[in-house]
């Protein structure tokens, strides 16, 4: 049973555009999520967190959102880039104290020059 | 430091045969991960270990699976027998609970495994 899920598994966005992929989680008891991006041959990396006591988290041209209420979150990058093209993966931290990461199946993003 | 090394970056194997893959975690990081990666279920934890302990290993799919990490330096995983299944890029991750990226978990580069 997935308990993060990413629907979208591809987006294609013009270069300077908004690029926005979405996350859905089932777990209410999530307290913390991430979004990881990954180049091909290359490992995940980390990009940008928020916890559940937020609603939104800044870093340059990224922004996470999070709806706690519909279970829901979003990241937004502005402008997209080129180098932006890579699948991201959405993760969430299962209830404190047991540290691991359960992450979504990634959405590939593709930024058209 | 070099980040999670793991070893060997691409392995084919037969089905039936034994496979391990081999990690180093970042020095000083108590906390490894084992995922892997499909296109059905994305990046899936299938064990964890914290201060060289397995915490979690709800994750892992068969008996065919098991892994372990005899010292802080370094964990194996290991599939016996092999399956066209298995089939897959499998990624070590550790994490430090202490300091400033104490949220943050770093991948190493991934085995691509193949069974034919």
């Known amino acids: 049973d997935q308990q993060v899920k990413q629907n979208s598994p591809s987006l294609s966005v013009q270069e300077g555009r908004i690029s926005i992929l979405n996350c859905d989680y089932t777990n209410s008891m999530f307290d913390y999520f991430l979004w990881y991006k990954k180049y091909p041959a290359e490992g995940p990396t980390f990009l940008i967190s928020i916890s559940s006591i937020k609603d939104k988290n800044e870093d340059g041209r990224f922004t996470v959102f999070l709806n706690k209420s519909a279970k829901h979150l979003s990241l937004h990058i502005v402008p997209s880039q080129p180098g932006d093209s890579a699948v991201y993966f959405c993760a969430a931290s299962s209830p404190s104290g047991t540290y691991k990461y359960i992450f979504g199946t990634g959405t590939r993003l593709k930024v058209l020059a | 430091d070099a980040g999670v090394i793991q070893s060997p970056r691409h392995e084919v194997t037969e089905m039936g045969q034994e496979v391990t893959l081999r990690c180093k975690p970042i020095?000083?990081?108590?906390?490894l991960f084992w995922y892997r990666q499909t296109m059905m279920r994305g990046l899936e934890l299938l064990i964890y270990?914290?201060?060289?302990?397995?915490?979690?290993d709800s994750g892992m799919p068969e008996d065919r699976f098991s892994a372990k990490m005899p010292n802080a330096s370094f964990s194996t995983l290991k599939i016996q027998p092999s399956e066209p299944r298995d089939s897959a890029v499998y990624f070590c991750?550790?994490?430090?609970?202490?300091?400033?990226?104490?949220?943050?978990?770093?991948f190493g580069q991934g085995t691509r495994l193949t069974v034919v």
């Open positions: 991750a550790s994490r430090s609970t202490w300091g400033a990226k104490s949220t943050e978990a770093f």
């Open positions: 020095s000083g990081h108590d906390y």
């Open positions: 270990f914290n201060n060289n302990v397995p915490i979690d």
